[in-house]
């Protein structure tokens, strides 16, 4: 979607990071103006960024209220009414830069604020940041998707959001394959993707073609217990590795199994990790550790 390489998918605990730095940095700021590169103009044809550049200027004015994030999104929310939605779920970054730091060579749209710094995002892939009403943020497809309440968000312990219970009620009436269950647009819970959906599953030991509804109790506390423990641990080291945070610094969790690895021997078992096709996608896995009943 871009001609500039394709970085990191951001998911839940990515999201979650960078919602965190910029309500630290953001909060209070006015923005002065916007600016969309030369490059934003096939984005804004196939829908990523805003067409009519009008949006943007609606933005102009306004002061960082605060920012929330849910799931692959994160909304910047400002006084006048407006909201900025960012989604670069499969491949974007969003920076930050002090005033006086000279622009940076990519990105597609350019927030400049009344203190002389500016938030810079690039979408690489699948994704979005769009300009947003109040009055229209509830039918915004990513917003509404990530922040249905209805889904389970593993990075909301409060009230029961996250608990076992639910998980396992969730999965036990579920009759798809597992992927369809836990990641995209038909998936029980928010913040997921296919790399994550690999980790998790090699964790809990259970082979990826495998339905939901085939799941034992013990299986399914497994697979909870491993979302829990990838999503905590990538909030506490930053992040996965080769993506980057607001202030352009790595995180450092290194997925147990997941892209690129096929080929390679398991650091479990020794058994050589084999690629397979599965709901439109790849994923890898160790035929030894997660064997298919």
């Not at 995180?251 to 990790?273: D, H, L």
């Not at 439109?280 to 035929?287: A, F, I, S």
């Amino acid at each position: 979607m871009s001609n500039f390489a394709r970085a990191p998918s951001v998911e839940g605990p990515e999201a979650a990071i960078l919602a965190g730095q910029m309500l630290r940095e953001l909060v209070g700021k006015r923005v002065a103006r916007f600016d969309l590169s030369r490059s934003a103009a096939r984005l804004q044809e196939i829908g990523f960024l805003n067409r009519d550049p009008a949006d943007y200027e609606q933005l102009v004015g306004g002061v960082v209220d605060t920012v929330v994030a849910r799931g692959n999104t994160v909304v910047m929310k400002l006084d006048n009414g407006m909201n900025l939605v960012f989604s670069p779920e499969y491949g974007g970054e969003i920076f930050f830069w002090e005033e006086g730091r000279s622009l940076p060579a990519q990105y597609h749209l350019k927030l400049d604020f009344d203190d002389g710094s500016f938030l810079t995002t690039r979408i690489t892939s699948m994704g979005g940041v769009t300009a947003t009403r109040d009055s229209e943020l509830a039918h915004h497809y990513l917003y509404a998707r990530d922040f249905n309440r209805e889904l389970l968000d593993p990075l909301d312990p409060a009230s029961g959001g996250f608990s076992f219970e639910r998980f396992s009620a969730a999965l036990s009436a579920a009759t798809r394959g597992m992927k369809s269950v836990l990641v995209g647009k038909d998936a029980i819970l928010v913040g997921i993707s296919n790399s994550t959906f690999q980790d998790l599953f090699y964790r809990a030991r259970i082979h990826p073609k495998r339905r939901a509804s085939e799941l034992g109790t013990d299986e399914r506390l497994a697979l909870f217990e491993a979302v829990r423990f990838v999503m905590s641990e990538r909030l506490r080291l930053g992040g996965k590795n080769k993506w980057l945070d607001l202030y352009r610094r790595p995180g450092g969790y290194v997925a147990a199994m997941g892209p690129g690895m096929a080929g390679q021997a398991c650091g479990e078992c020794g058994a050589i990790i084999q690629k397979l096709a599965l709901g439109g996608g790849d994923v890898n896995l160790c035929p030894s550790c997660q064997r298919y009943p």
